[in-house]
């Protein structure tokens, strides 16, 4: 069974940076699509960044600040976070697309496997 584990988050002030980690465990084949949502209190999942080989995607906000990446030898999947803002506040998800599916990158009914979420606030 496909396991997703998010670590890495917590408190950091505005122009900081962390970096997010998601585990992933249970795969038995290449996974077509690897991505970062984040939801804010009050607001719905958005994505942040995706990755589908070596291609990769952000939302705009992010672009410039946010990379994401794998690591194949231990099946991990990273978000890094620079010039942190208030406005990053949120719980940060690791989420799988396992195959092709034409839906948009950021549509997250395209993505079928969720893990339980790791929480990020940027605060002074």
């Known amino acids: 069974q496909l396991q997703l584990v998010e670590s890495g988050g917590g408190l950091v002030q505005p122009g900081g940076s962390l970096k997010l980690s998601c585990a992933i465990s249970?795969?038995?084949?290449?996974?077509?699509?690897k991505a970062w949502f984040r939801q804010a209190p009050g607001k719905g999942r958005e994505a942040v960044a995706s990755?589908?080989?070596?291609?990769?995607d952000y939302e705009d906000s992010v672009k410039g600040r946010f990379t994401i990446s794998r690591d194949n030898a231990n099946d991990t999947v990273y978000l890094q976070m620079n010039r942190l803002k208030p406005e990053d506040t949120g719980v940060y998800y690791c989420?799988?697309?396992?195959?092709?599916?034409?839906?948009?990158?950021?549509?997250?009914?395209?993505?079928?496997?969720w893990g339980q979420g790791t929480q990020v606030t940027v605060s002074s």
């Open positions: 989420a799988v697309r396992r195959h092709f599916d034409v839906r948009e990158w950021y549509n997250p009914r395209g993505f079928d496997t």
């Open positions: 249970g795969s038995t084949h290449e996974l077509y699509r």
């Open positions: 990755m589908t080989g070596s291609d990769t």
